[in-house]
């Protein structure tokens, strides 16, 4: 008898800061996506991890399938696994912090992309990325 596994799927997602003076005083400024697809709202990059594709590899392509910057990985900033977190399916997301420069542009599952600052995000925001965005700002990990 063979036995069937269900495992979580593995994606990423990439806090991307920018570097460039486009930031706003007294605060760090984020790259955030308006999803096309459900469920609709305002995200972090991200995507799933393909097959034979790194963790980094998969932020980088994603990232920049999303916004149109080509991102500096800095370091993985946290995992976040509740099977909850995505109302499709259970996934489980490493988080990056990346750097950037420019101005994104919204593409692929992204209809817009566009800089916020850390202390003004707009609404709604999808997923669990309000929890892994007050866990950045605060700098929990």
Same mark, same amino acid.
């Given at each position: 008898?063979?036995?069937?596994? +269900? ?19 007294? =605060? ?18 991200? =995507? ?23 991102? +500096? ?62 866990? @950045? +700002?605060?700098?929990? @990990?």
């Amino acid at each position: 008898m063979t036995e069937h596994y +269900r495992n979580p799927v593995p994606t990423v997602d990439i806090i991307i800061e920018i570097e460039n003076g486009t930031g706003f005083p007294g =605060g760090r400024s984020i790259v955030l996506i308006k999803r096309k697809n459900p469920p609709h709202g305002w995200a972090i990059p991200g =995507g799933f991890v393909e097959y034979g594709e790194t963790l980094e590899a998969a932020a980088v392509r994603e990232a920049f399938e999303e916004t149109s910057l080509e991102v +500096r990985l800095v370091r993985q900033f946290h995992a976040y696994s509740d099977p909850a977190r995505d109302p499709r399916q259970h996934t489980i997301s490493i988080v990056f912090i990346a750097t950037a420069d420019g101005a994104p542009a919204g593409a692929d599952d992204a209809s817009e992309a566009r800089i916020f600052s850390i202390d003004d995000l707009p609404s709604p925001i999808a997923f669990d990325h309000a929890d892994i965005l007050r866990d @950045y +700002r605060e700098r929990k @990990y």
